[in-house]
Nanobody, 122 residues
Framework: QLQLVESGGGLVQPGGSLRLSCVTSFSLNERTIAWFRQAPGRERELVSCITDRPVWFEYADSVKDRFYIRRDNARRTVYLEMNVVNVEDTAVYYC????????????????WGQGTQVTVAS
C-alpha cells in the first residue's frame, strides 16, 4: 500500500508563508504527485501537481503565483510552498500519487494520507 505523510501545517497569519511536506514510502522517480485541500463544508479540490522527467507544474487558479510545488526525489519528498496566504486557504491539505497532471483525479484517488491542517487567521 502506498503511504504518503503530510506535515508542516499550522496557524499562519494572512499574508504569511508556510511550507508543507509530503514524504512518500515509495520512490518518486517518474511519479506524479499532487496536492489537494479540503475546507470545512467543501469538497476536496486539486491545488497543484508536479510530474517528473520532465518536471512540469500545474496550479489551481486560486493559488497561482502564490503557491509553488517542488520535489526532491532523493528525499522522497514533495513540497508545497504557500505564500501570501489568505483565509480562503484554510483547509486540510493532502498529497497523493496521480497518473499525470493533465486531469483532475480528485474523485478517483484512493491512497490518501492523514492530511495536515492549515489555518489562516489573525
Amino acid at each position: 500500500q502506498l503511504q504518503l505523510v503530510e506535515s508542516g501545517g499550522g496557524l499562519v497569519q494572512p499574508g504569511g508563508s508556510l511550507r508543507l511536506s509530503c514524504v512518500t514510502s515509495f520512490s518518486l522517480n517518474e511519479r506524479t504527485i499532487a496536492w489537494f485541500r479540503q475546507a470545512p463544508g467543501r469538497e476536496r479540490e486539486l491545488v497543484s501537481c508536479i510530474t517528473d522527467r520532465p518536471v512540469w507544474f500545474e496550479y489551481a487558479d486560486s493559488v497561482k503565483d502564490r503557491f509553488y510545488i517542488r520535489r526532491d526525489n532523493a528525499r522522497r519528498t514533495v513540497y508545497l510552498e504557500m505564500n501570501v496566504v489568505n483565509v480562503e486557504d484554510t483547509a486540510v491539505y493532502y498529497c497523493a500519487k496521480v497518473p499525470d497532471c493533465q486531469y483532475d483525479y480528485t474523485a478517483i484517488v484512493t491512497d490518501w494520507g492523514q492530511g495536515t491542517q492549515v489555518t489562516v487567521a489573525s
